[in-house]
């Protein structure tokens, strides 16, 4: 029997759905409206622009922008041609940018003058003076910049003028060669965030359309849908939940171009946004939000809420109770989105204390990690997956390929978590936030799930520093709840006599916030590295 799902290529799904949805509404930006028929026509305007730019097959095409409508055309645009679409993190800088750059073997960069006071195009003439003019010996590939501006400086290429060229590109040529492509082909590259060691390039195929229908099943996604897309494009999370999810079921996108939590609300109020999404520190400006000036948020019906975690449980539980039937799952940059989703009709429990059952095409284990072999259930091990979409491997990094993906094709995700009596994932966090406290191991996450019980404490994140004596000891970085004062003494106080002694921390530091990823998450290990300053 036929398999169910009819193999396609990510660049042809904007014509597929201009066929299927053409005048009904596709994207919403900063008040801008586009029909699926007038983004289809975009994206190939953009598309026979870079063919006149001599893009062939396999070329790697870097875009360097925060959300905007552009980035969704390049994105199908790049992929429509057979070229290779390297998003590139927009809080990347000079010297992320120029490794990346160098070590993706990018022939193209696409990117935006400049978003509020970051100079996009001030820090390329910083990596690239020349600006791909002629050739660089650090980038040897580098042939074009493109530049999102009313006039292009020299050495560029301006969208506008981009366009102009490739009007006149015949229709002919561009659909023989989006005929040629193949959804076996390399389509994307997502760079990991780079904080252990440099960013690597997950490679990725066109079959991660098939990834978004199946969890686009569990949400029971429909062009009736409203989807609020705030998170990074360039990330997993927002490029398979906004552009592709729209493009796949036909819903339609609002797009911000960053994520700030009462400008959201108001969009979901004045949209009426179905579907919303983010991990648990988006939650928690939204309902932080919320509480300031009330909205309707009654037209939201699901979206997925990142927890798992014993810190985002009851945040997750909050925002179920303000913006409904929010759902659940687990993935990561090199799997793809969905690797365990919860149901519509999961438990609060399972959605809010789990990440969901096993997708559609997904294996997952539970293996220890010094044996490898699998774990009981409910008893925490490294997190191993199997399937269609996981990652054949990083860009020329062949070392660290063969230490993640094994002989029998399972990849090590670094992650620990759990296999639950019901069948649902736990995710635990990552292996490395582990702390071995005198021989005793510490899970992080429980340390600062008790510390927020304070009624003064808004929000804490703990790390190890190395200690001669115990190996190692905890550190709280802690911010304050408005409206409170808290000593770094107190905190301590309050976990003595409650938690075992190995549990607390032996330092404390108060912080207006903490470092995130664009992704919205904390950065450890830029912590680490504030508690090795601040006790050497």
């Known amino acids: ?65 925060v ?19 390297v998003p590139m993190n927009t809080r990347f800088r000079t010297e992320d940018m120029a490794y990346v750059l160098a070590q993706s073997d990018a022939s193209v960069v696409l990117l935006a003058e400049r978003s509020g006071p970051v100079d996009y195009l001030g820090m390329m003439r910083e990596v690239a003076p020349a600006l791909g003019a002629r050739p660089d010996p650090r980038f040897p590939c580098l042939r074009h910049v493109v530049v999102r501006s009313e006039s292009a400086p020299a050495g560029a290429t301006g969208w506008s003028a981009l366009l102009e060229r490739g009007a006149a590109v015949a229709p002919e040529r561009l659909r023989e060669r989006a005929a040629r492509v193949d959804p076996d082909d390399i389509a994307f590259m997502f760079y990991t965030s780079g904080t252990t060691g440099f960013p690597k390039g997950a490679v990725h195929r066109h079959r991660m359309v098939r990834n978004a229908w199946d969890h686009g099943d569990r949400m029971g996604l429909t062009p009736a849908d409203v989807i609020l897309m705030y998170l990074p494009l360039f990330h997993a999370f927002g490029f398979i939940e906004g552009p592709l999810m729209s493009m796949v079921r036909g819903a339609r996108q609002v797009l911000s171009e960053t994520f700030d939590g009462d400008a959201c609300l108001d969009l979901i109020e004045s949209e009426r946004a179905t579907i919303i999404h983010g991990f648990d520190t988006h939650y928690q400006e939204l309902l932080e939000a919320q509480g300031r000036r009330p909205r309707d948020v009654s037209s939201v019906r699901t979206g997925i809420c990142g927890t798992g975690m014993s810190s985002s449980i009851p945040i997750a539980r ?31 429990e399972q959605c809010v204390e789990a990440n969901g059952y096993p997708g559609s095409g997904y294996e997952v284990r539970i293996v220890d990690p010094e044996t490898g072999k699998d774990q009981p259930v409910s008893v925490p091990g490294e997190i191993l997956v199997r399937g269609y979409i996981v990652t054949p491997g990083y860009y020329k990094r062949p070392e660290e390929t063969a230490r993640a993906i094994d002989a029998d094709g399972w990849f090590h995700t670094g992650d620990m978590g759990l296999m639950r009596p019901d069948g649902h994932m736990r995710f635990l966090g990552r292996y490395k936030d582990m702390l071995k406290i005198g ?32 190996a190692e000891v905890a550190v709280a970085f802690v911010q304050v709840a408005p409206g409170h004062t808290l000593s770094e003494q107190e905190v301590v106080e309050h976990c003595r006599g409650r938690v075992a002694s190995f549990k607390i921390p032996r330092h ?10 664009s992704s919205g998450k904390v950065q450890k290990v830029k912590l680490r590295e504030r508690a090795r300053r601040e006790w050497p």
């Open 508 to 517: 404390v530091l108060l912080v207006d916030e903490f470092p995130m990823t």
């Open 318 to 348: 909050r925002a179920r109770q303000t913006f409904g039937n929010l759902m659940t799952g687990f993935g990561m940059s090199e799997v793809g989105i969905g690797v365990t989703f919860s149901f519509l009709d999961s438990t609060e």
């Open 1 to 65: 029997m036929a398999d169910w799902y009819a193999e396609q290529t990510i660049g042809s799904l904007p014509e597929r759905a201009a066929r299927q949805w053409g005048a009904r509404e596709a994207l919403a930006f900063q008040g801008r409206r586009w029909s699926f028929a007038e983004v289809d026509a975009r994206v190939d305007a953009l598309a026979k622009g870079l063919l006149e730019l001599g893009i062939g097959p396999g070329d790697k095409v870097a875009l360097w922008m």
């Open 439 to 470: 021989g005793e191991n510490v899970d992080p996450m429980e340390v600062e799930a008790f510390l927020v019980t304070h009624p003064a404490i808004q929000a804490c994140s703990v790390v190890g520093l190395p200690d001669a004596r115990l």
């Open 67 to 85: 959300n905007r409508p552009e980035w969704v055309d390049a994105m199908f645009a790049v992929m429509k041609i057979g070229a290779v679409l």
